[in-house]
């Protein structure tokens, strides 16, 4: 697992996870994770049924033709994501993360026609989860 932090977080913000907890659920699992590479998240352009999201997006994992996994988080306003979102993120969330994960991992070759993807967004009252496909 390789972490990159590409944005120092304002003493306002918070991204919804940490090193610790992706290690912890992850451990076995080769993959990329990006802290802040992008401030908000933007749907490929090559999307063509984009859901419909009105709240934060906290983070985002793809998985590619080639088997490779990015898993990147966004920073959040404390504001915006309070303490019981992180810890449904942390004790809910990363497991469906995982679990759709391996599901990407144990398909064969002949079924992995593009980019998968999961987008995990917080309402303000829970997370919902948004799968992608990309060609």
């Given at each position: 697992m390789?972490?990159?932090?590409?944005?120092?977080?304002?003493?306002?913000?918070?991204?919804?996870?940490?090193?610790?907890?992706l290690?912890?659920?992850?451990?076995?699992?080769?993959?990329?994770?990006?802290?802040g590479?992008?401030?908000?998240f933007?749907?490929?352009?090559?999307?063509?049924?984009?859901?419909?999201?009105?709240?934060?997006?906290v983070?985002?994992i793809?998985?590619?033709?080639?088997?490779?996994?990015?898993?990147?988080?966004?920073?959040?306003?404390?504001?915006?994501?309070?303490?019981?979102?992180?810890?449904?993120?942390?004790?809910q969330?990363?497991?469906?993360?995982?679990?759709?994960?391996?599901?990407?991992?144990?398909?064969?070759?002949?079924?992995?026609?593009?980019?998968?993807?999961?987008?995990?967004?917080?309402?303000?009252?829970?997370?919902?989860?948004?799968?992608?496909?990309?060609?």
């Amino acid at each position: 697992m390789k972490f990159t932090y590409f944005r120092n977080l304002n003493k306002n913000e918070k991204y919804p996870t940490n090193k610790r907890q992706l290690k912890l659920v992850f451990s076995i699992i080769e993959m990329d994770v990006s802290f802040g590479l992008v401030r908000k998240f933007e749907f490929d352009s090559r999307c063509p049924n984009k859901p419909n999201i009105f709240g934060n997006v906290v983070a985002s994992i793809s998985y590619s033709r080639d088997r490779t996994v990015l898993f990147s988080l966004y920073p959040l306003s404390i504001a915006d994501y309070p303490n019981r979102a992180s810890d449904d993120f942390n004790n809910q969330i990363l497991l469906t993360i995982k679990q759709w994960l391996e599901g990407q991992i144990n398909k064969p070759d002949t079924a992995l026609l593009g980019y998968e993807q999961l987008v995990i967004e917080w309402t303000e009252n829970e997370h919902l989860l948004h799968k992608v496909k990309l060609l």
